[in-house]
């Protein structure tokens, strides 16, 4: 990268492409798949689509981010993280990663 800047220049170099490189090549080093999704084909990306609706149950569209507080940010954080998930065997995140049982009753 640094030859093609001095053979080429700088300016030539946008921040993103430098991102994306740094970014191939630690997948490389790392040995693992990097995939890309297309541009407007939510199909593509699920787990994101899913997460993004249910952060839209806390913060709806159209609601102003400069209104939000760190309780209200807090509060979606914990409920979401105390829900439990059928990929995870219907456990929580927090008991998942963080073995941290739920405040909540989930089972009668």
């Known amino acids: 990268m640094v030859a093609a800047q001095r053979r ?3 300016c030539c ?3 993103p492409l430098v991102l994306l ?3 191939l090549a630690t ?3 790392l040995g693992a798949e990097l995939y890309f ?3 407007y084909a939510s199909w593509e ?3 994101n689509e899913h997460a993004n609706g249910l952060i839209r149950q806390y913060f709806p569209k159209g ?3 400069a209104t939000i507080t760190d309780e209200d940010i807090q509060y979606a954080m914990n409920r979401l993280n105390n829900r439990p998930r059928k990929c995870l065997g219907m456990q929580t995140p927090n008991q998942v990663f963080f073995g941290i049982d739920p405040p909540v009753a989930l089972v009668s």
């Open 8 to 10: 080429w220049g700088r």
């Open 13 to 15: 170099f946008s921040r």
């Open 21 to 23: 490189v740094l970014l």
């Open 27 to 29: 997948n490389k080093a």
């Open 37 to 39: 999704a297309h541009p």
């Open 45 to 47: 990306r699920g787990l």
């Open 63 to 65: 609601c102003d981010f």
